[in-house]
C-alpha cells in the first residue's frame, strides 16, 4: 500500500512540476536582458517597458478587455435563465433541446464554431444587410453562445444542489416570488455566478480561433496580436505580457479561493 | 371576484416571466448555435465559384418559376478521394486518441493524490491545477517553443550538461504536438476526475479491504469502477477538443503533422473554399457526435450520483 | 414554568385575543357545535397518474396540537404542503378561520411552518432569521429587534443573535426554526417532522419544550410525524394516514386501545392478531372461532356484524397475563410454548409459540427483582385474557 502510495505521489508531483516548468521559464526569460528567450544574460525589466510602449498590445488588450468583460455579463444572464430554465422547470417545449444546445459548445471544437458563425454573419448580412461589418460585436456574440454555456453548466449544477426548501421558508414567511429570488436565490447561488462570469470572461479573453473567423479589419483582439508576432519569432515581449498575465491571474484565483472559503455551503 | 382577478393578472404575468425565461436563451441559442450548424451543411453541399459568397446558391429559381435545389457532393467526394484529407483525419483521430491516454495516465494519480490530500493542502493543490487552465492557453504553448526549439532551454542544458553534443530536433516534431496537447489539456482531465475520487466514500474502501482486497484489487474492482463517470467525462473534454485542435499543431507541429482544425483553417483562410472547409466541418461532427453522446450520458451519471 | 411567563409576555403584546390555552379538559371534537378552526374538505391530490391524498377530511380545532401520523408515502406532507400553500390541491376546500384558502399565496396565508430540514437561511445570522418574516410584514426596525430579543429568551437562546445558521448545533437550529415560524405570529403552525433530526435524549427534552410552547401560546399545531411515540406524548389528537386516505382520527388513548382498522391496530404499538369467523353475535356476547386458537375468543361487547362473517380480533401484548395451570373458563386463553424471551428491565417480552404454530407476544412487568413464579424457555405456558381486553376489527 505504501509502496503505491508513494508510486502516485511520485507520478503527481513529476505532473506538477510538468504544468509549472513552462510557466516559470516564461517569467525568468522575462526578466532575461537579451533578446534570447533561452539563454540568460543578466537581469533587466527593459520588455515590461518595451511592452508598455507598444501599442498596438496595448490596444488590442483594452479591446479584449471590453469584449471580455460585455460578453461574460450577457453570457452570465442568458446562462442563469438556461439554467433556471433547466432546473426549475418540469417540462417545457424545447427542454431537451435546450439542454443539449448548452453543453454542446462545452466540447465544440473552435474550428467548427469560429467557422459555422462566420458563416451565419456573411448569410445574414446578405440577407438584412447586418451586420455590415465583423468587428467587436461579431466577436461579442460568437462569445456569449459559447459563454453563456459554460456559465448555464455552473449554475445549474448549483441550483440542483439548492435546498428548496429554503425559498418555501421565504414564501411562507411572507416574501413574494421576485424578493424570494433577490433574497434567497440570488445570495446562495452568488458563487456560481461570480465564477460563472470569471469562466466566461477568461474564455472570451483567451480565443484565438473562433475570434480569428468572426472578426474583421480594426478589430484584433490580444490573442490575434500575440499569435501574429509569436509566427514571427519569439520576444521577449511576449514573455514579460505573459508574466503579466500570470500574476494578475494568480491573484484572482487565489482571492477568489479565500472568498469562496468564507461562504459556508 | 376582485380576488378571481388578482389572481388570474398574476397567473398571466407569472407565465410570462417564465416564458421569458426559457425562451430568451433558447433563442439565443437557436439562432447562433444551431442555425449556424445548418448553414454550415448547406454550403458544404454547395459548389465553389469566384465571387462573394464563394460558393453558388442551393435553391435558385429557374426561368419557368420552378424552385431547383442543387445539391452539390463533389466537396464530400474530394474528402474521400484526396488522401490528404483521409490522412489528416486518421492523424487526428490518432494524435487525439494518444494524447487522452498520456493525459489519463498522468491526470489520474494527480486526481487521486489530490482527492485523498489533507483538506489543507487540497485547496491549494486543487488552485494550483486550475491556476494554469485560468491563464493564456496561447501563452502556455508558447512557452514551450522557448523550451523545446533547437537552440531552446531544454537543449541547452542537455548540451552543457555534456549529455548530447548537438541539439535534439524536438520543436515541430509529434513530440513537441504530444507535449502540447497533453500539456494544455491536463486540468480538463483532472478537474473531472477529482470531482469523481473526492466523492469516494472512504468506507467502501475499508470495505473491501475488510473483506480481504489487496491494493491492487481494490484499485480495479472498487476504485476504478466508480471512477468511470470521471474518466469518461474528462477524457471526452480532452479528445475532443483535440480532434480539432488548430493552434497546437500549428505552433509546435511539423509541417507534415497535419490535423483537420489546421487544414479546415487553411482551406478556409489561404484557399477561401468555402464549401471544402464546411464539407470537412461536418465530416469532423460526425466523428465527434459519438463520443458527445458518451460525455452526456456521463455527465448525467455524475448528476445521478450526486443526488 | 419560566418558558410560559416569558411566551406570555410575547403574545401579550401584539395579540391580546389568542392567549388563552386550550384547557385539558375541553375537548372540542366532542361538542357538535363547536365550530372547527381548519376544515379540511375532500382534498385529493394526484401526481401523473398516483394520488397522494385521495378524498380527506378533517376538522381542527383552535389550540389543538393535532399530529398526522403515518409512513412515509401515506401523503402526510402532501397534506401539510398543500395546507401552507406549496402545492395545490387537485380538488376540494380547505378553510382556515372561516376563510377558504383557495387561490391564497403562501405569502399571504396566516400560517407558517417549521421545516425538516429547518431551511434556515445559510447566508443570514440568526437575528436575521428570525427577522425576516417581520421584515416582509413591513414592521418597524425598532419593533423587529423587542421582537426578536423576545423570541431569543423563548428558545433561550440569548445572545446568539449575530451567529451563522452553520456556527449552531442541531437543537439550537431547530429552536431558532421555530422562533422564525413562530414570529409572525401565525394562526396555525405546521410542523414537518420538528424532531426528527435530533438525538433521542434531545428528542425528549424538545417534545416538553414544544408542548409548552404550545400550550402557553395557544397557536394551532399540526405536526406531521412517522414516529408514533412522538405522536402519543405530543397530541390533543392524533390522525393516522394510510395510502393518501385518514384511517383513524382520536385521542392517543383512543387510538392505541380502540384503534378501527387492523392498520392502525398495527401500526400503533404492537398487538395479536387473530382470525376468526362469528359463531355467535348476542346482546354482550359476541363469540368467534379462530383455527389459530384451541378455544373461542369472547368478547363482552357487540359490533354490527353477521353471523359466519370473517372478523379479527386484536389484543396488546401487555393486555396478556401467562399462567402455569390451566384456567377454567373455556373461552379466551391459548396454550403454547415459551420460545423467547426478551428482558428490557422494566418489562420482559414473552414470544409463545401456539399449538396452531402462531406466534403471540406477551409483555410482563418485573414486578419483583428476582421473580418467585419466573417463567423459562421451553415451558409450556397459558396466555389468558380478559373478555374486555382486546378490540374486534371488521377491517
Known amino acids: 500500500m505504501n509502496r503505491n502510495r508513494r508510486i502516485v505521489q511520485f507520478i503527481s508531483i513529476l505532473g506538477f512540476i510538468f504544468l509549472y516548468v513552462p510557466i516559470i521559464s516564461l517569467i525568468i526569460f522575462s526578466f532575461n536582458n537579451s533578446k534570447l528567450v533561452s539563454v540568460w544574460s543578466g537581469f533587466s525589466t527593459k520588455w515590461y517597458f518595451a511592452l508598455l510602449q507598444n501599442e498596438q498590445i496595448i490596444e488590442a488588450a483594452k479591446l479584449s478587455v471590453f469584449i471580455a468583460a460585455f460578453s461574460a455579463t450577457i453570457s452570465l444572464i442568458l446562462g442563469t435563465l438556461a439554467a433556471i430554465a433547466l432546473s426549475r422547470y418540469r417540462s417545457f417545449r424545447g427542454k431537451s433541446l435546450l439542454s443539449g444546445m448548452v453543453s454542446a459548445p462545452l466540447i465544440m471544437p473552435d474550428v467548427i464554431t469560429g467557422l459555422s458563425l462566420l458563416l451565419l454573419f456573411v448569410t445574414l448580412r446578405s440577407l438584412i444587410g447586418w451586420p455590415a461589418q465583423m468587428g467587436a460585436v461579431t466577436i461579442i456574440i460568437a462569445h456569449i453562445s459559447f459563454g453563456m454555456a459554460f456559465v448555464a453548466i455552473i449554475v445549474q449544477s448549483r441550483l440542483l444542489h439548492f435546498d428548496k426548501s429554503l425559498e418555501e421558508a421565504a414564501k411562507d414567511l411572507g416574501a413574494k416570488p421576485l424578493r424570494v429570488f433577490f433574497d434567497i436565490t440570488l445570495p446562495i447561488i452568488s458563487p456560481a455566478l461570480i465564477s460563472g462570469w470569471l469562466l466566461a470572461f477568461t474564455l472570451s479573453f483567451d480565443d484565438l480561433v473562433i475570434a480569428s473567423f468572426v472578426t474583421g479589419p480594426g478589430a484584433s483582439t490580444l490573442p490575434i496580436v500575440i499569435f501574429s508576432k509569436i509566427r514571427l519569432g519569439i520576444t521577449p515581449e511576449i514573455n514579460a505580457l505573459a508574466t503579466i498575465i500570470i500574476v494578475l491571474v494568480a491573484i484572482f484565483a487565489t482571492l477568489a479561493m479565500l472568498q469562496m472559503k468564507k461562504i459556508p455551503e | 371576484m376582485r380576488n378571481f382577478i388578482r389572481q388570474r393578472e398574476r397567473a398571466i404575468s407569472l407565465k410570462l416571466g417564465k416564458k421569458l425565461v426559457i425562451y430568451i436563451p433558447l433563442f439565443w441559442l437557436l439562432l447562433f448555435f444551431l442555425v449556424p450548424f445548418l448553414i454550415v451543411t448547406k454550403i458544404s453541399l454547395s459548389q465553389i465559384t469566384y465571387g462573394r459568397p464563394p460558393y453558388l446558391p442551393m435553391f435558385e429559381w429557374s426561368k419557368d418559376n420552378l424552385l431547383t435545389i442543387k445539391l452539390y457532393f463533389g466537396n464530400f467526394f474530394l474528402l474521400f478521394s484526396d488522401s490528404l484529407y483521409i490522412n489528416a483525419y486518421l492523424n487526428s483521430l490518432k494524435i487525439a486518441a494518444l494524447s487522452t491516454f498520456f493525459t489519463l495516465l498522468i491526470g489520474y494519480p494527480m486526481a487521486y493524490f489530490i482527492a485523498r490530500a489533507d483538506e489543507k493542502i487540497r485547496n491549494i493543490l486543487l488552485l494550483l491545477v486550475i491556476l494554469p487552465f485560468w491563464s493564456s492557453f496561447l501563452l502556455r504553448v508558447y512557452a514551450w517553443i522557448g523550451l523545446l526549439k533547437n537552440n531552446g532551454i531544454i537543449n541547452n542544458i542537455l548540451l552543457n550538461m555534456g549529455i548530447i553534443d548537438s541539439p535534439i530536433k524536438m520543436l515541430n516534431t509529434d513530440f513537441a504536438l504530444y507535449i502540447g496537447i497533453v500539456y494544455s489539456y491536463l486540468p480538463f482531465m483532472i478537474l473531472p476526475l477529482y470531482a469523481n475520487l473526492v466523492r469516494l466514500d472512504e468506507k467502501l474502501l475499508e470495505a473491501a479491504r475488510d473483506l480481504g482486497a489487496k491494493p491492487l484489487a481494490l484499485f480495479f474492482t472498487i476504485i476504478l469502477p466508480l471512477s468511470m463517470p470521471g474518466i469518461i467525462a474528462g477524457s471526452m473534454l480532452v479528445f475532443i477538443p483535440a480532434i480539432g485542435e488548430y493552434i497546437i499543431p500549428s505552433l509546435l507541429g511539423g509541417s507534415d503533422s497535419l490535423m483537420i482544425g489546421r487544414i479546415l483553417w487553411d482551406e478556409f483562410s489561404a484557399n477561401r473554399d468555402w464549401p471544402v472547409a464546411s464539407a470537412l466541418a461536418v465530416a469532423m461532427l460526425t466523428i465527434i457526435i459519438l463520443p458527445l453522446i458518451l460525455f452526456k450520458n456521463a455527465q448525467k451519471k455524475e448528476v445521478a450520483i450526486d443526488e | ?395
Open chain 3, 1 to 395: 414554568m419560566q418558558t410560559k411567563i416569558i411566551a406570555n409576555k410575547y403574545y401579550d403584546n401584539n395579540q391580546s385575543d389568542n392567549n388563552h390555552s386550550l384547557a385539558a379538559d375541553t375537548k372540542p371534537w366532542n361538542d357538535k357545535n363547536a365550530k372547527p378552526f381548519v376544515r379540511i374538505k375532500n382534498i385529493s391530490k394526484v401526481f401523473g397518474n398516483v394520488a397522494a391524498l385521495d378524498n380527506v377530511s378533517l376538522d381542527i380545532y383552535k389550540s389543538e396540537l393535532f399530529c398526522l401520523l403515518g409512513k412515509s408515502g401515506s401523503g402526510k406532507s402532501t397534506l401539510l404542503r398543500i395546507l401552507a400553500g406549496f402545492e395545490k390541491s387537485s380538488t376540494g376546500i380547505i378553510e382556515i378561520d372561516g376563510q377558504n384558502m383557495e387561490n391564497i399565496e403562501p405569502y399571504e396565508r396566516p400560517i407558517n411552518m417549521m421545516f425538516q430540514s429547518y431551511a434556515l437561511f445559510p447566508h443570514m445570522n440568526v437575528e436575521q432569521n428570525i427577522a425576516y418574516g417581520l421584515k416582509r410584514s413591513g414592521m418597524k426596525k425598532a419593533e423587529i429587534s423587542q421582537n426578536v430579543e423576545q423570541l431569543l429568551s423563548l428558545i433561550k437562546m440569548e445572545g446568539y443573535n449575530r451567529r451563522k445558521p452553520h456556527q449552531l448545533s442541531g437543537g439550537q437550529r431547530q429552536r431558532v426554526a421555530l422562533a422564525r415560524a413562530l414570529a409572525r405570529k401565525p394562526k396555525l403552525l405546521l410542523l414537518d417532522e420538528p424532531l426528527g433530526a435530533l438525538d433521542k435524549k434531545l428528542r425528549q427534552e424538545t417534545q416538553f419544550e414544544l408542548i409548552n410552547i404550545q400550550e402557553t401560546l395557544g397557536i394551532t399545531f399540526i405536526v406531521v410525524t412517522h414516529d408514533q411515540e412522538e405522536a402519543m406524548s405530543l397530541a390533543t389528537r392524533i390522525g393516522v394516514m394510510e395510502e393518501g386516505t385518514i384511517a383513524q382520527v382520536g385521542e392517543p388513548r383512543e387510538i392505541y386501545e380502540y384503534p378501527a382498522t387492523r392498520f392502525v391496530a398495527d401500526f400503533v404499538g404492537s398487538i395479536n392478531m387473530f382470525e376468526g369467523k362469528v359463531i355467535k353475535n348476542e346482546a354482550a356476547d359476541l363469540r368467534i372461532n379462530s383455527p389459530e386458537l384451541d378455544v373461542n375468543i369472547h368478547v363482552a361487547n357487540n359490533i354490527a356484524c353477521a353471523l359466519g362473517q370473517t372478523l379479527w380480533f386484536a389484543i396488546r401484548p401487555e393486555k396478556i397475563t401467562l399462567q402455569k395451570e390451566k384456567p377454567k373458563k373455556r373461552s379466551n386463553f391459548a396454550k403454547g410454548i415459551v420460545e423467547e424471551i426478551i428482558y428490557l428491565g422494566d418489562v420482559s417480552n414473552y414470544r409463545i409459540l401456539l399449538n396452531s404454530k402462531k406466534r403471540i407476544n406477551v409483555t410482563r412487568p418485573n414486578i419483583s427483582r428476582d421473580e418467585k413464579e419466573k417463567i423459562s424457555w421451553d415451558e409450556e405456558i397459558y396466555a389468558v385474557w380478559h373478555e374486555n381486553s382486546g378490540v374486534v376489527l371488521a377491517s
